[in-house]
């Protein structure tokens, strides 16, 4: 679990990956709403950030982070559905790119893990 | 111990510890957030020493040639002198205009003297500021390699102040404050063998131009390709300019389009967008530009990016007009980014 970053391929995975996610999330109607931003740079920083997390890369993003990165889109209405819509895109674009579903599972579980945080609720019991 | 100069104080760098960290320790607030290398909130640009190269991981290449890096993955093995990326303006001075002259229907080539200090790359835009503090950016439409002068090219626009006053008042001999340079459309260099896509409206075509023209002489072996838009043919103000050059050059090819027009050979008439997005097929593996109107610019960025563009292959100045425009975008654009306040250039 430790060397996932690694085994994914690290920075040059993350990169590949990141255009397609966004254009995934762009197309998505459920969830597109919450992707607009006129400065698709910055937009792309932000996805590329939360793929390197879900990666298990390098970050130190804390719960607290988390709650007040996405508190306007809560505000907007996101919730667990999106959140849903969010991990499928992450898999289907690491199925693009021939990840092994073994390691898009591990992939899932990091996502899942701040799904409290992003929404802003506090931990439920099964996690 | 490493010794750390940011914006004229002095920081001390101990072993192993990063130049956010080191920031810190002193009581500097920097902006910051991942603390990783990813999300680019700390960014700073070293003035002299040179960074570790780990530093400017995943940097676009343009803030790499300015020396930019993250300071929250910086361990510096040498004395740095870093400045904040807001404060990091190249030039700010005086600049005396040579010359007013007209081209086409309603656009002006003014040509200032060019300050030895100040450096750009072609495509990129400048802020110009008259004495009573009205300022609005312009594209510079020179080379970087003509030392003595460098100019812009005015549309005028009806009740912008600054394009009347440039057009009706404006005099040989005035000197104007202009800062920068600012922008990414800029030829980098990094990919030779693929097409330069160039697509523009209006005095849009005036950078992509210079970024044309910066390309051709960088020896550059994938072809290079300029869209045009305007809304009538007789505002294609470069078109004799660049099609008497594209007739001995093979690589350089040029489609002035228009909206609405009878058809005739050798233009393209409809949607500016929907033309180039017939040719993205032929031209995936291109790096494109797009400047001028931003309701051409953004719409075809995102399209480019979703036909299957890296967004990192996509470069875009959109001409924002100065009122109201401006103040609706300038809420979209993040604080790092000083807002283009410009008349449609």
Same mark, same amino acid.
């Given at each position: 679990m430790k060397n996932m970053f690694e085994a994914l391929g690290g920075e040059a995975a993350v990169e590949a990956v990141v255009d397609t996610f966004y254009r995934k999330v762009l197309l998505d109607e459920r969830i597109s709403h919450f992707f607009e931003d006129i400065?698709?740079?910055?937009?792309?920083?932000?996805?590329?950030?939360?793929?390197?997390?879900?990666?298990?890369?390098?970050?130190?993003?804390?719960?607290?982070?988390?709650?007040?990165?996405?508190?306007?889109?809560?505000?907007?209405?996101?919730?667990?559905?999106? *959140?849903? @819509? !969010?991990? +499928?895109?992450?898999?289907?674009?690491l199925s693009d790119h021939g990840i092994s579903q073994?390691?898009?599972?591990? *992939?899932? @579980? !990091?996502? +899942?893990?701040?799904?409290?945080?992003?929404?802003?609720?506090e931990a439920s019991p099964k996690s | 111990?490493?010794?750390?100069?940011?914006?004229?104080?002095?920081?001390?760098?101990?072993?192993?510890?990063?130049?956010?960290?080191?920031?810190?320790?002193?009581?500097?607030?920097?902006?910051?957030?991942c603390r990783s290398g990813v999300c680019q909130s700390c960014l700073l640009r070293a003035e002299c020493g040179t960074v570790p190269r780990q530093a400017q991981a995943g940097l676009k290449e343009r803030l790499v040639n300015e020396n930019c890096f993250l300071a929250?993955?910086?361990r510096p093995d040498e004395n740095l002198k870093v400045v904040s990326v807001v404060d990091a303006v190249a030039f700010r001075g005086g600049v005396e205009i040579l010359s007013l002259d007209r081209m086409g229907l309603d656009v002006l080539a003014v040509t200032f003297k060019r300050p030895a200090t100040l450096?750009?790359?072609?495509?990129?835009?400048?802020?110009?500021?008259?004495?009573?503090?009205?300022?609005?950016?312009?594209?510079?439409?020179?080379?970087?390699?003509?030392?003595?002068?460098?100019?812009?090219?005015?549309?005028?626009?009806?009740?912008?102040?600054?394009?009347?006053?440039?057009?009706?008042?404006?005099?040989?001999?005035?000197?104007?404050?202009?800062?920068?340079?600012?922008?990414?459309?800029?030829?980098?260099?990094?990919?030779?063998?693929?097409?330069?896509?160039?697509i523009g409206t209006g005095t849009g075509v005036a950078p992509l131009w210079a970024l044309a023209r910066q390309a051709l002489r960088s020896d550059h072996m994938g072809d290079?390709?300029?869209?045009?838009?305007a809304l009538s043919e007789e505002r294609l103000y470069l078109r004799d300019e660049i099609q008497t050059q594209a007739t001995h050059l093979p690589k350089l090819s040029y489609h002035p389009c228009v909206l609405k027009a009878s058809e005739k050979p050798g233009l393209r008439v409809g949607d500016l967008?929907?033309?180039?997005?017939?040719?993205?097929?032929?031209?995936?593996?291109?790096?494109?530009?797009?400047?001028?109107?931003?309701?051409?610019?953004?719409?075809?960025?995102?399209?480019?990016?979703?036909?299957?563009?890296?967004?990192?292959?996509?470069?875009?100045?959109?001409?924002?007009?100065?009122?109201?425009?401006?103040?609706?975008?300038?809420?979209?654009?993040?604080?790092?980014e000083p807002v283009p306040l410009d008349e449609l250039r």
């Amino acid at each position: 679990m430790k060397n996932m970053f690694e085994a994914l391929g690290g920075e040059a995975a993350v990169e590949a990956v990141v255009d397609t996610f966004y254009r995934k999330v762009l197309l998505d109607e459920r969830i597109s709403h919450f992707f607009e931003d006129i400065d698709m740079e910055r937009q792309r920083t932000k996805q590329k950030a939360f793929l390197t997390m879900a990666f298990g890369g390098p970050h130190s993003y804390t719960g607290k982070d988390m709650k007040v990165g996405h508190a306007h889109l809560v505000k907007m209405g996101l919730n667990d559905s999106h *959140v849903d @819509a !969010v991990i +499928e895109l992450l898999g289907a674009s690491l199925s693009d790119h021939g990840i092994s579903q073994e390691l898009i599972a591990q *992939v899932a @579980a !990091v996502a +899942e893990s701040v799904r409290d945080d992003v929404l802003g609720r506090e931990a439920s019991p099964k996690s | 111990m490493i010794e750390l100069d940011y914006d004229g104080r002095k920081f001390s760098v101990s072993p192993g510890e990063t130049v956010l960290e080191a920031l810190e320790r002193g009581g500097e607030k920097i902006p910051s957030s991942c603390r990783s290398g990813v999300c680019q909130s700390c960014l700073l640009r070293a003035e002299c020493g040179t960074v570790p190269r780990q530093a400017q991981a995943g940097l676009k290449e343009r803030l790499v040639n300015e020396n930019c890096f993250l300071a929250c993955v910086c361990r510096p093995d040498e004395n740095l002198k870093v400045v904040s990326v807001v404060d990091a303006v190249a030039f700010r001075g005086g600049v005396e205009i040579l010359s007013l002259d007209r081209m086409g229907l309603d656009v002006l080539a003014v040509t200032f003297k060019r300050p030895a200090t100040l450096r750009f790359e072609a495509g990129q835009f400048m802020t110009f500021e008259r004495g009573d503090g009205l300022s609005r950016s312009y594209s510079i439409a020179s080379l970087p390699d003509e030392t003595e002068t460098f100019n812009i090219h005015v549309r005028r626009v009806p009740q912008g102040k600054m394009s009347e006053w440039f057009h009706g008042k404006a005099q040989i001999g005035d000197t104007l404050i202009a800062s920068g340079p600012t922008g990414e459309c800029c030829y980098t260099g990094s990919d030779k063998k693929n097409p330069v896509v160039l697509i523009g409206t209006g005095t849009g075509v005036a950078p992509l131009w210079a970024l044309a023209r910066q390309a051709l002489r960088s020896d550059h072996m994938g072809d290079v390709v300029i869209f045009d838009g305007a809304l009538s043919e007789e505002r294609l103000y470069l078109r004799d300019e660049i099609q008497t050059q594209a007739t001995h050059l093979p690589k350089l090819s040029y489609h002035p389009c228009v909206l609405k027009a009878s058809e005739k050979p050798g233009l393209r008439v409809g949607d500016l967008g929907q033309i180039v997005l017939d040719e993205v097929p032929a031209l995936r593996l291109g790096t494109f530009y797009l400047c001028g109107d931003p309701n051409l610019v953004q719409p075809l960025r995102k399209k480019l990016f979703l036909a299957g563009i890296p967004l990192k292959k996509i470069f875009a100045d959109p001409f924002v007009s100065a009122a109201p425009a401006a103040a609706v975008a300038s809420k979209n654009v993040s604080s790092q980014e000083p807002v283009p306040l410009d008349e449609l250039r």
